[in-house]
């Protein structure tokens, strides 16, 4: 209970910002959170909390909350009861799915809000609407982690915990600035390097976990796998990789090898823009320490070769034998709070809860079963389909839940041209948006600490989220505006709280679930697999090189560029990420208040080197071109960024780097190239 109203209670839950699922002690009084700490036990954080996770809670208080129903009314909306917004919602379905079928519906779920309700969504659209279109943002971010682990070994998730990221003795960095995106998971890394751990961080821009590496390699934009296979070809070459391992536990090493032969250090190092030896230094460090840690992050995954720079990390350290053990592994991290958990509850268009696959005839049944209707037995489509469907006219029905499409997806004039093409947009969201501009309805959703759940955080691990208060005026829950929705569409749900959508329904379904209920997780979270309720829960997976596919399985795979590089028009790279004190496109951070004095605008980072020849300082308005469109931005000239590089994130609505952007994608995975395209910049 939270006690007498004007004394203070501690309520624990868990971070609503980055994947690392940081267990926080919301402190409330008068049912107000006044201060946030860290809880001291709980794993992974042990009482850490970053800048986000200690101030950045007040969004939840601002007056910009949506408290509402809308619906559209000439340039603007109306307000609306929930029956009315909720009849016309249904009724514009039924007249679509009557019209046009049911694939001319979809969805994006939100890997922000919690576990039930991306479950009670994709149930929605599965069973009461009849199309496997149901997608989130991790089609953006770490799709190519899901496809490419899953094809390596068998399940498409983070292998090992944060608790090694304190313990391990060898850490391989690339493609994640953990500092700022993932602080505190940084800071377990920071104290073992401390205590004599080594590190090698290969990335593009020397991020600050680079101050304290052994080797820094500042490999290019996008030259992920010819940089690895020319580790590889190392390791093979000179015998320092793990000939027992490789035999026991993997196939396709002869493939593999062949395929590495072909990039010889010469070659890779060439590539990468690194020198051979510091290639060669590299690998040998690696085979050095054993086991190594590889943690990656979208550095990796959001390219056009995504899956397969994912892959060449599997690749890697399944070589060195390091993939089944405490301290090793390949360790992608998680965006958001709960993306992890929007995957996990089939949020997903092939996969049910649990990866159960929507093509496999018998996990079809099983849920044909449990929620008594007959499925639809095609996948569905991925975000950037849905998105282009919308201006070819196969999408009519676009229902977007807490996602910021209009910033987020790359070239943001072509996405808001096709959002503004759907016949009808849903919207369901705690704040207007850029994206809720276009919706023909808006659902005012309750936020963070508003209602009861779960988060799923990068570690694969469970954990509670708690309602501290009511949400603002007739906000509700998002579960329950699907029900509402399900129930206009003829189907009767009795699940009434996240517990019971848990327990009785996502717990039951899924065999990687099985395990938890919610009286298992009221201190500390569970990691899954967690097969049965006497399970601990699994830290390490793949354990010993036993893959959850059998054999772990090698993937020979060739280098590819980026879609766009750079030529006599567009001269530089441009590659983008996120910063400190924002996280994603601010419709939370930018109504913090502290949060927004530390960092009120988007800067393009430059080198010293392209400074000068700019003739441009910092805080000076430079001018960034690509083919999609312009930004004026001020200039921040850092030794972070290598010449011929700038550097931006997509934080701030001007100066967004997806006015830029490429809208070309993993042919795979369908995850954008966020990472490279061409731009021109100049003195403005
Ligand atoms: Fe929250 Fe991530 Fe910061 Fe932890 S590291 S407090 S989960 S934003």
């Known amino acids: 209970g939270l006690g007498r109203p004007w004394e203070t209670t501690k309520v624990r839950t868990t971070c609503p910002y980055c994947g690392v699922g940081c267990q926080q002690l919301l402190h409330v009084r008068n049912g107000k959170i006044i201060k946030v700490t860290g809880a001291e036990d709980g794993a992974p954080n042990k009482g850490r909390l970053c800048v986000k996770g200690r101030f950045g809670y007040d969004f939840i208080y601002s007056p910009d909350r949506l408290t509402t129903p809308l619906i559209k009314s000439g340039d603007g909306f109306r307000e609306a009861s929930w029956d009315e917004a909720l009849d016309l919602v249904a009724g514009k379905i039924k007249e679509i799915v009557a019209k046009h079928g049911p694939d001319a519906c979809a969805g994006i779920s939100c890997a922000r809000s919690i576990n039930e309700d991306s479950y009670q969504m994709q149930k929605l659209f599965r069973v009461a609407i009849g199309t496997n279109n149901i997608d989130h943002c991790a089609r953006i971010c770490h799709a190519p982690t899901v496809a490419g682990l899953a094809a390596s070994f068998g399940s498409g998730a983070m292998t090992n915990s944060f608790a090694d990221f304190a313990k391990a003795k060898m850490f391989y960095i690339t493609g994640s600035n953990m500092t700022e995106a993932h602080p505190v998971a940084a800071t377990f890394v920071k104290n073992a390097v401390r205590n004599g751990a080594q590190l090698i961080v290969a990335d593009p821009r020397r991020v600050k976990l680079a101050e304290f590496a052994d080797i820094y390699a500042p490999i290019k934009v996008g030259s992920d796998v010819a940089f690895i296979n020319g580790l590889m070809h190392v390791l093979i070459t000179e015998n320092l990789y793990d000939k027992d391992y490789v035999e026991r536990c993997c196939t396709g090493f002869e493939a593999l090898k062949a395929k590495v032969m072909e990039y010889p250090p010469e070659r890779a190092a060439a590539i990468a823009g690194v020198s051979v030896d510091m290639l060669k230094e590299v690998a040998r460090r690696l085979a050095s320490v054993k086991p190594a840690i590889l943690i990656y992050t979208l550095g990796i995954t959001e390219h056009t070769c995504g899956v397969h720079n994912v892959m060449s990390c599997a690749n890697l350290q399944m070589l060195l034998g390091n993939v089944g053990f405490e301290c090793g592994g390949v360790n992608p991290i998680r965006g958001q709070n709960n993306v992890q958990g929007a995957c996990d509850m089939g949020a997903l268009p092939n996969v049910y809860p649990g990866y159960q696959r929507v093509e496999d005839p018998a996990a079809r049944a099983k849920f044909e079963v449990a929620w008594g209707v007959k499925l639809p037995e095609k996948n569905g489509l991925m975000i950037p389909q849905m998105i282009e469907g919308l201006t070819t006219g196969t999408i009519k029905f676009l229902y977007v839940f807490g996602e910021n499409l209009a910033n987020a997806e790359p070239d943001i004039r072509h996405a808001e041209h096709c959002l503004a093409s759907a016949e009808f ?148 790279v ?111």
């Open 425 to 572: 947009l849903v919207c369901n969201d705690i704040f207007p948006t850029e994206t809720t501009r276009f919706a023909d309805v808006i659902f005012p959703a309750a936020a963070w600490s508003e209602d009861d759940g779960t988060f799923a955080s990068s570690e694969r691990r469970v954990s509670r989220v708690r309602k501290v208060s009511e949400p603002p005026g007739q906000a509700k829950p998002n579960w329950w505006i699907f029900k509402e929705l399900a129930k206009r569409l003829g189907h009767d749900w009795t699940s009434n709280n996240g517990q019971e959508i848990w327990d009785n329904e996502v717990s039951h379904l899924a065999p990687i679930l099985a395990g938890i209920k919610y009286y298992r997780i009221e201190e500390d979270g569970l990691q899954w697999p967690v097969p049965s309720l006497d399970h601990p829960g699994t830290c390490i997976m793949h354990q010993d090189g036993c893959f959850t596919c059998g054999q772990g399985r090698f993937m020979a795979l060739d280098w590819t560029p980026p879609a766009e590089v750079p030529d006599k028009d567009y001269p530089m």
């Open 574 to 684: 441009l590659s983008t990420g996120r910063r400190l004190f924002h996280y994603h496109t601010r419709t939370q951070t930018g109504r913090c208040l502290g949060l927004n004095d530390l960092l009120s605008e988007e800067t393009a980072d430059i080198s010293p080197a392209d400074a000068a020849r700019l003739g441009v300082k910092t805080g000076e308005p430079v001018r960034v071109r690509s083919r999609r469109g312009e930004v004026k931005v001020k200039a921040r000239v850092t030794e972070e960024v290598p010449p011929g590089l700038v550097w931006m994130s997509f934080h701030f609505r001007e100066g967004n780097a997806n006015w830029l952007t490429n809208p070309v994608f993993d042919p795979i995975s369908q995850t954008a190239e966020l990472k490279a395209c061409a731009v021109q910049i100049e003195k403005a």
